[in-house]
């Protein structure tokens, strides 16, 4: 079983108060699903849609091709009837008064229904779902029990009229309606559901964040990162976090790194023109040494670009960013469950070698929601690496060190003068142009590199290890290639995928065997430039023999990813 | 003298000796800042919290390297972003007396936006601004305070400076700073005083420093102040912000010192809820955390 819906209308008009709830519905009677928002930087009006996939198996991309439309107007049905699948149906308001009907469309009196037999307009979002249970031939005992479950909080009348509503439309789509769907699930039984968190990205970096021992967070709002912001912001009574929305990011990052100093565990949180202001305290979190951890949720640049779109074009740009040179570690989860875990170890590597990391999602990671097993929070994470226990007099912040991490007092503690500066400095950290010290002031903020190096993962090989081509992936595209991957393998195509979470320093040892295996090798990534592949050449002296880049701001699809494969000769 | 910490240690009083400067100090000879130092000095011994208890933060410049010349716990950061950081700071550890240096073109320049908001939020810092009206390390250019037809490297004449300066303390006062003055580097004494109320005032408090700068901004040299200043009189009310703000745009033949206003409501980490004891000591609560995502269950 693998089902796709799209719910497509205006925005303002509840699309994603229906697809919360398709997916719930589903999620509770224990499928998987994986959910996308597509949506345009405006609060009214336009035109949006939220797709949702439902399988027996665990998914995770959109696809192009949809098995059912619900569309709240005109504008949804032309925008999308293109994309359905054969047998897939178009339901759709009979108010809407869309003449030029096919097979595939089904008018039905959703909004009256709703009014008549709920008596509320809202009750509209029961009536679809009981006419999209329908036409799958599913029983209607699927939303019955999730209704109650979804609304209960509301109080029973609210409850009643959800199920009279959708148990009468589940009704009146039977039959013959519902054979304009060539689609019959009547025999899917499901029991509860097992994994039962159904979060975003940002959530569950908010949550890695949070178990990480996140002390302080200061930001300014911007889409794609703004939910992950607020979320913790929402949090912060209850956990004790400081956190404050700033005058700008430039005040964010500069205050986070004020609070990290003084030994508060920080974060910021942005998306890439924010990222821009914040360049210039980049690189004082660089000279003095400051553990902090930076998130992006990456979109389309360069300026404001497409506000609510998807790209992976901040790769370069993060690398490189801040004048001078010095290490930073670079981190892109590629879905929620292992966005909580690399946060978290984020912030215990930002510890332990003393420097910016950079947490690497876009809108789609940020966005898109899937079901993963319940987190257990296990310990917080409380180690704060090298610390000086018993510093010298006069204390040495940035004692040269073998490995280039020196032990950390911070200003407040008791007997101990702590200073620091963004000026080049000795290990003091007070001023100094000797060229001796700056040598080897340089040289200790370099030495961690390989170190840190040893801390990190090497990239994941999903497939045969041996395969004939080899799909280089980093980050949130992961999941159509994956699954386009899969679905090319059970064609009986030699693939493989290799993927990078941890970006920077990069890994090369399973990189240069796969390479050696492998007649070719192909990038894929969501931008125009194959920022990840330039990376790998950059590093290992290695160079991809194809590149496939999506730039339009629109997520990857696994039907998509097969395309360009065939294109460029994988068959 | 012994006496108690805010953490319950026990505290030496600071001798001047402890407070040496740990490198050489750069500025030139006959430049406003050593004065400044010498107050700030006599201000952290006056004060009766330890050593460990002071925390500078200072922007770019020459006021920015404050911390390198005296023995404290300090930070030098970036230019116009040294009350970002030192929010940061106080936040994280709130029994930190944090000390803000900054010079006019960092604080009322690339700082300005920064300086209104940590004034708004009322944050429990001080902010000592270095006035001399003219840009020092960069060897000449006009700063925001300097005066309209200045004439420097990068104003010409005949026009010279081409619009009128900012004033600090207005900004301040608009902004919502609860602790308003100036002094002078010339009269160590008052300034000193300044500097330990500013420091014990909880809430934003603005001290601005009349400098001279006599190599690059020799008309507001050592005797054009001595000429211009004075004490705010006896019967001047501080609590008054109208009045405050009227004596703000006071700058020409008679400069006012003094504390301008002084007024006390809830500051930033009061409003903000912060957990008992210091924030960088607290720890997640874990089952709080486990709570949280299994309220998010489905």
């Not at chain 1, 097992?194 to 979060?199: A, G, H, I, K, S």
């Not at chain 1, 420097?355 to 929070?377: C, K, S, W, Y």
């Not at chain 2, 201000?43 to 006021?63: D, T, Y």
Request: negative net charge; glycine residues 10%; proline residues 5%.
């Amino acid at each position: 079983m693998d089902l796709s819906f799209n719910i497509g209308g205006a925005a303002g008009q509840g699309i994603n108060t229906i697809g919360d709830l398709v997916a719930q519905v589903f999620v509770k009677n224990g499928l998987y699903t994986f959910t996308i928002k597509d949506y345009m930087s405006r609060v009214r009006g336009g035109y949006n849609f939220t797709q949702i996939r439902v399988s027996d198996e665990h998914v995770h991309a959109p696809v192009h091709g949809v098995d059912v439309i619900i569309a709240l107007t005109k504008d949804a049905i032309i925008n999308q009837r293109d994309r359905l699948v054969e047998g897939g149906v178009i339901i759709f308001d009979e108010s809407l008064g869309f003449e030029e009907c096919e097979r595939c469309h089904l008018p039905l009196p959703l909004e009256e229904t709703a009014e008549e037999v709920g008596g509320n307009v809202r009750m509209m979002n029961a009536a679809a779902l009981g006419a999209l249970l329908s036409v799958l031939k599913m029983p209607i005992s699927l939303a019955e029990n999730a209704l109650a479950d979804i609304f209960g909080d509301k109080g029973e009348s609210v409850v009643e009229g959800n199920v009279k509503v959708a148990r009468t439309m589940y009704e009146e789509v039977k039959g013959e309606l519902a054979q304009r769907c060539d689609h019959d699930f009547s025999s899917v039984e499901k029991g509860p559901s097992e994994d039962r968190l159904l979060v975003t990205g940002n959530q569950a970096i908010a949550l890695g964040a949070m178990a990480a021992n996140l002390k302080w967070i200061s930001a300014y709002p911007m889409s794609p990162s703004t939910s992950l912001f607020q979320f913790i912001i929402q949090n912060s009574r209850r956990l004790q976090i400081g956190g404050l929305q700033t005058e700008d990011e430039i005040a964010g990052l500069n205050m986070a790194l004020g609070a990290s100093h003084t030994g508060a565990r920080s974060m910021v949180t942005t998306s890439g023109g924010g990222f821009s202001l914040m360049v210039e305290a980049v690189g004082l979190a660089g000279m003095a040494e400051i553990p902090i951890v930076i998130y992006n949720a990456q979109r389309p640049g360069p300026s404001t670009g497409l506000p609510t779109r998807t790209e992976q074009g901040d790769l370069l740009f993060m690398l490189h960013s801040s004048q001078g040179e010095f290490p930073r570690i670079m981190i892109a989860p590629k879905d929620p469950l292992e966005a909580y875990y690399l946060t978290k170890d984020a912030f215990r590597l930002a510890d332990k070698f003393q420097v910016p990391v950079m947490v690497l999602g876009d809108q789609h990671l940020a966005e898109f929601t899937m079901n993963i097993p319940r987190i257990e929070i296990g310990e917080v994470d409380m180690d704060r690496g090298k610390l000086a226990e018993k510093p010298d007099k006069p204390y040495k912040r940035f004692k040269v060190t073998d490995d280039g991490v020196s032990p950390r007092a911070f200003p407040g503690d008791e007997e101990v003068v702590v200073a620091a500066s963004g000026n080049t400095h000795n290990e003091f950290g007070h001023i100094s142009e000797d060229p001796d010290n700056r040598n080897a002031m340089v040289e200790k903020r370099l030495a961690k590199l390989p170190w840190i190096l040893d801390e990190l993962e090497e990239p994941k090989v999903y497939g045969d290890k041996k395969a004939d081509y080899t799909l280089l992936t980093w980050g949130s595209t992961w999941g159509a290639a994956y699954e386009a991957m899969q679905r090319l393998s059970q064609d009986g195509i030699s693939i493989n995928q290799l993927h990078f979470a941890y970006l920077y320093p990069l890994k090369t040892e399973t990189l240069k065997e796969i390479w050696e295996k492998a007649k070719k090798l192909i990038s894929v990534e969501q931008n125009a430039t194959s920022q990840f592949a330039k990376l790998v050449r950059m590093e290992s002296g290695l160079s991809v023999d194809e590149e496939i880049n999506k730039y339009d701001g629109r997520p990857m699809t696994p039907e998509w990813i097969i395309k360009q494969l065939e294109e460029v000769g994988v068959q | 003298m012994d006496y108690q910490t805010a953490r319950g240690g026990w505290c030496t009083m600071i001798e001047r000796e402890d407070l040496e400067p740990p490198q050489e100090i750069q500025w030139c000879p006959g430049c406003g800042n050593f004065g400044i130092l010498r107050a700030l000095k006599q201000a952290v011994m006056e004060l009766s919290n330890s050593k460990h208890e002071f925390f500078l933060v200072s922007g770019i410049g020459q006021s920015g390297k404050t911390p390198h010349f005296i023995n404290l716990n300090g930070f030098h950061t970036l230019h116009g972003r040294a009350i970002p950081v030192a929010t940061g700071a106080h936040v994280a550890n709130t029994d930190l007396k944090v000390i803000v240096h900054g010079g006019d073109g960092d604080l009322l320049g690339e700082g300005l936006g920064h300086l209104m908001h940590a004034a708004r939020r009322n944050v429990n810092i001080t902010c000592l601004l270095h006035n001399n009206g003219v840009y020092g390390l960069t060897k000449g250019q006009y700063s925001p305070t300097s005066p309209h037809g200045f004439v420097s490297k990068t104003s010409p004449p005949p026009t010279g400076v081409p619009m009128d300066p900012v004033n600090p303390l207005g900004v301040a006062l608009i902004g919502g700073a609860t602790f308003v003055a100036r002094g002078f580097a010339g009269d160590i004494k008052q300034l000193t005083e300044l500097i330990v109320d500013a420091v014990k005032h909880p809430g934003f408090a603005l001290v601005e420093l009349m400098q001279p700068c006599v190599v690059f901004n020799p008309k507001w040299g050592w005797d054009f102040f001595r000429e211009r200043v004075y004490k705010l009189e006896d019967d001047y009310d501080n609590k008054s912000k109208t009045a405050a703000l009227e004596k703000s745009f006071e700058f020409g033949d008679r400069i006012p010192t003094g504390v301008f206003y002084k007024q006390e409501k809830t500051h930033f980490v009061q409003e903000l809820q912060l957990p008992e004891g210091r924030l960088r000591d607290h720890t997640n609560d874990r089952e709080e955390i486990q709570n949280i995502i299994d309220e998010m269950l489905v």
